[in-house]
């Protein structure tokens, strides 16, 4: 029993290690202060770094968590829907902030298709989506 206590809480400390590392990352990339430049409330970025630690943690609990959450098939929807809204979000912050999308556009000369470029990326990471789960290769 208690080397199984043991391991557990190695595993825990090492998952809390990983989260923060990302966070980290995260933070430090300048994508918390980007979001809130482009919701117009710089204000709140404390409040940001709060809930994103927040998210980390509980998805670090949900992970080692065993269990099953009841909500059924459209509950699973709803947390897929905002599970792929929150992490495309991310992906593009990311992008903004390293530029690639701007090296990407003026190496190609996309100054005028620059919004396809958007959707298509976004297009493709719903039909990726939607062939993982639908074909169950998860």
Known sequence: MTAQFLMGLIGFGGGVVAASGEAALVIG?????RYAGISRTPGRILWYEDCAM???LLGNLTVLWQGEIPLGNIGLAVFGIFAGIFLGSWIIALGEVVDVFAILARRLKLHHSFPWVIAAIAAGKFLGSLLYFGKGWY
């Open 54 to 56: 927040l998210g980390i």
């Open 29 to 33: 990339l300048g994508i918390i202060p």
